[in-house]
């Protein structure tokens, strides 16, 4: 499971990743990726660090219509994005306040390794 604070949650951080309408699209998966980072933020040491890059997953109803096959999907595209920010392989994707992948039909039967090879190749492309 990803860590709270690289966790997209409100339907307004949502709306405005979309509005940018920056997305790239790979074996059933698309990737919408927000604004650039403009904002650094300091510390009371002085020490400048950005923000982490929120993330959020989202596979519609009517992809399928049972909860399971898209909640797995969702677990299947989390669990790769997390094991790529463990190694530090997210390409250009840190420059970006938020991303969404979007599941769709064409990646519901697919297995793990599909998956996050579709996945680290939207990363790099973004």
């Known amino acids: 499971m990803l860590p709270k604070q690289y966790r997209l949650k409100k339907r ?4 405005a990743t979309y509005k940018v309408k920056n997305s790239t699209h790979s074996g059933g998966v698309t990737l919408f990726a927000g604004k650039l980072k403009t904002v650094i933020k300091q510390d009371n040491e002085g020490s400048i660090f950005t923000p982490p890059t ?20 969702k677990r299947l595209m989390r669990e790769s994005y997390r094991l790529l920010l463990k190694d530090g392989n997210l390409g250009n994707s840190q ?7 979007v599941g769709s039909g064409r990646a519901l039967g697919k297995d793990f390794d599909y998956i996050k090879t579709n996945i680290k190749k939207m990363l790099e492309r973004i």
Not at 12 to 15: G, V
Not at 54 to 69: L, T
């Open 95 to 101: 420059k970006y306040v938020s991303l969404i992948f």
């Open 54 to 73: 929120k993330v959020g997953f989202v596979v519609s109803k009517k992809v399928h219509k049972r909860a399971v096959k898209r909640n797995r999907l």
């Open 12 to 15: 307004s951080a949502f709306q």
